[in-house]
């Protein structure tokens, strides 16, 4: 099993390990935008099942033990209860020997800090879609878009076009009716997409911070 984000020396003393390519892309940027590059290097430990095996061979590289004093795990809640996710990676935690924090969004005791963040608020069922979603939702300025998107996926459900995901499908059709053609949320931060002093980013901004 191979992970790109794995074959980067580990420079860091801070690790944000997100769930795909695309997060990664998204959290680098956010990471950057806030003052904290050089500080927290982010990677990408593949899909949910893949976590434990991640979690193995990366606390056991030599540059972990010696660099590394926090580490902040974020995931999506698709749509199960948030509660379930943060079980699920407090067990992956606890498979390679680190402490699981005592609730979302804090940083657990131990020589390794553990922190665990479950899109898109700790709460509702989700996704980082619907996290920039609820970005656009605290602009007023996006409102007329927004409309647009909603009258939009409307009619496709009045011809009887089915949606697998709303979260991304919400997100996708703003981003294409913006110009963008990789509408990607990840590649729409590289593109200054994503307003990062959003209210609606302050729990996971001061997660960010924290860790």
């Not at 926090?70 to 992956?92: N, T």
């Not at 697998?164 to 294409?176: D, E, G, I, M, R």
Request: charged share 25%; glycine share 8%; with cysteine.
């Amino acid at each position: 099993m191979e992970w790109p984000s794995m074959q980067r020396p580990i420079r860091a003393p801070k690790q944000l390990l997100v769930e795909g390519r695309t997060p990664e892309i998204f959290f680098r940027e956010w990471v950057e935008a806030l003052g904290l590059k050089g500080m927290v290097e982010v990677r990408d430990y593949g899909s949910l099942d893949q976590l434990i095996d991640f979690l193995k061979v990366f606390t056991g590289r030599k540059e972990f033990k010696e660099t590394v004093e926090s580490v902040g795990i974020i995931r999506d809640a698709e749509d199960k209860p948030a509660a379930a996710a943060f079980r699920s990676v407090c067990a992956s935690l606890k498979e390679v020997g680190l402490v699981c924090p005592e609730k979302f969004g804090t940083f657990g005791a131990g020589p390794k800090r553990t922190g665990i963040f479950v899109l898109p608020d700790c709460d509702q069922p989700g996704m980082l879609e619907t996290l920039c979603w609820t970005i656009l939702e605290a602009d007023p300025k996006s409102k007329p878009e927004m409309d647009c998107v909603m009258a939009h996926l409307h009619c496709l459900r009045k011809a009887s076009v089915q949606t697998q995901n709303l979260h991304k499908a919400k997100v996708w059709t703003y981003l294409a009716g913006r110009g963008e053609f990789d509408p990607q949320v990840g590649r729409a931060a590289q593109n200054k997409m994503w307003d990062w002093n959003s209210p609606a980013l302050v729990s996971l901004t001061g997660f960010l911070r924290r860790l």
